[in-house]
């Protein structure tokens, strides 16, 4: 008599297709299905626990209070943790934050007092903070954050992306929550790179520069968007998100290289009269970037819309020799911190000499690349221990000036700047 045949409930697989076969009281299960069912359970118990202890950025922005949001000195002390220096951007970007987000708690009332919108403009160097900031503070308001480069963009019916992808980013990190999605957060970088060619409106197409900043308009101020949850160009037959930009808060920014020369004719201009040598003499015509208005960016090629639609304009100064040195070792997540912590867990213990990291610093000054060079200069001197260390049986290693410069002298980082 043949043996009678079981089936896994789930899958339908017989006894003989799988490599067990589990009996309940009224039915059976095989081991894949179990694998995956604890799978399932153990996601699912994950997305409890981090919504538990608010670390869902859905969960977190439907019960937000502006009574426990983080006040803009609170929002600049945490800032401060991460990011040297940049003190007057800090403040710009922790109030223009904090305002946004009381923003989306208010409840217009009998007055019909309705608060608009506080995008953000960052002008600054490459290298000085603009994209750490805007990362940062995502991270401690725990709401959905993306960053996009606007160089990828072109005018509709070009080869490029439409500038709705933008929020298909957005809508990716927030797990398709679109609830979660319209209270992000969104950094548009490099926003210099679609500045028109010229100060003269052109009757001529101008693909990635006038005709992107036009696209942008209607995300920046707030609309009703469809956005094609895939990203890329829209077509007809794509099925698309509705996305509510109103409460979404963008910060843009650029390196506007070459804009200290519209500063500087600006301010040529209007040193006229009796008082003009000592006008003259209050301008610090090392650091001009502090003086930068709106008209200086549309001067670079910003249409005058675009910029009403970013209100909050504030700048980076070009980091010094001592906020370069800070860099190397004060942040929470700084470059040393960093490097220690990779050789921790191979447990060797890394140090570095004093005059190792001055010479680090001097590098990254005489490159003027700011704090990216700066890592690149660290990632040159520690390629060959990474690569050798762990497999060594080292349990400490110390990197003194002599080995620091003759690493950088043999990296390619040296080549080239020579």
């Known amino acids: 008599m043949a043996k009678k045949k079981n089936y896994c409930s789930f899958c339908g697989r017989s006894d003989d297709e799988v490599a067990l076969l589990v009996s309940g009281i009224s039915g059976f299960i095989c081991n894949d299905c179990i694998e995956q069912a604890h799978q399932i359970v153990t996601e699912a118990a994950g997305k409890a626990e981090g919504a538990a202890n608010g670390q869902s950025s859905s969960q977190w922005s439907?019960?937000?209070?502006?009574k426990?949001?983080?006040?803009?000195?609170?929002?600049?002390?945490?800032?401060?943790?991460?990011?040297?220096?940049?003190?007057?951007?800090?403040?710009?970007?922790s109030v223009a934050v904090y305002n946004h987000y009381k923003r989306l708690c208010q409840s217009v009332g009998d007055d019909g007092v309705e608060i608009e919108k506080s995008n953000v403009i960052m002008v600054g160097p490459t290298g000085t903070g603009k994209t750490l900031m805007a990362r940062t503070i995502a991270k401690l308001l725990k709401v959905p954050f993306t960053i996009v480069d606007a160089t990828i963009f072109t005018e509709a019916g070009?080869?490029?992306?439409d500038v709705e992808s933008i929020l298909s980013r957005l809508l990716?990190?927030?797990?398709?929550?679109?609830?979660?999605?319209?209270?992000?957060?969104?950094?548009?970088?490099?926003?210099?790179?679609?500045?028109?060619?010229?100060?003269?409106?052109?009757?001529?197409?101008d693909v990635s520069g006038e005709g992107v900043q036009q696209g942008l308009l209607k995300l920046l101020e707030g609309s009703i968007v469809n956005v094609p949850p895939k990203g890329g160009r829209k077509h007809p037959d794509q099925d698309y998100v509705h996305v509510d930009t109103r409460n979404i808060l963008f910060i843009c920014g650029g390196a506007f290289d070459g804009i200290e020369r519209k500063i500087a004719q600006r301010l040529n201009t209007h040193v006229?009269?009796?008082?003009?040598?000592?006008?003259?003499?209050?301008?610090?015509?090392?650091?001009?970037?502090?003086?930068i208005v709106p008209q200086d960016?549309?001067?670079?090629?910003l249409i005058p819309e675009i910029i009403g639609r970013l209100p909050v304009l504030t700048y980076l100064n070009q980091l010094d020799r001592k906020a370069l040195r800070a860099i190397l070792t004060e942040p929470k997540n700084s470059l040393i911190r960093q490097q220690e912590k990779l050789f921790l867990?191979?447990?060797?213990?890394?140090?570095?000499?004093?005059?190792?990291?001055?010479?680090?610093?001097?590098?990254?000054?005489?490159?003027?690349?700011?704090?990216?060079?700066?890592?690149?200069?660290?990632?040159?001197?520690?390629?060959?221990?990474?690569?050798?260390?762990?497999?060594s049986g080292e349990k400490t290693f110390r990197v003194t000036l002599d080995y620091a410069r003759q690493q950088l002298e043999?990296?390619?980082?040296?080549?080239?700047?020579?």
């Open 297 to 301: 960016l549309k001067s670079f090629g």
């Open 172 to 205: 990716q990190v927030a797990d398709f929550d679109v609830e979660a999605t319209q209270r992000g957060i969104v950094f548009i970088d490099e926003i210099d790179k679609i500045a028109r060619k010229t100060d003269n409106p052109s009757i001529t197409r």
């Open 68 to 93: 426990t949001l983080p006040r803009p000195a609170d929002i600049k002390a945490y800032l401060d943790q991460y990011v040297i220096g940049q003190d007057d951007a800090k403040r710009y970007l």
């Open 410 to 418: 043999k990296s390619t980082l040296n080549a080239m700047q020579g």
């Open 272 to 291: 006229v009269g009796y008082n003009s040598v000592q006008n003259v003499a209050r301008i610090d015509r090392n650091d001009l970037m502090k003086y």
């Open 158 to 161: 070009y080869v490029g992306e």
């Open 62 to 66: 439907r019960s937000m209070n502006w």
């Open 345 to 391: 867990m191979d447990d060797i213990r890394l140090t570095f000499d004093e005059a190792a990291l001055e010479y680090m610093v001097d590098k990254a000054v005489e490159y003027k690349l700011g704090a990216r060079g700066l890592r690149s200069i660290v990632e040159a001197i520690m390629m060959t221990p990474q690569f050798e260390l762990p497999s």
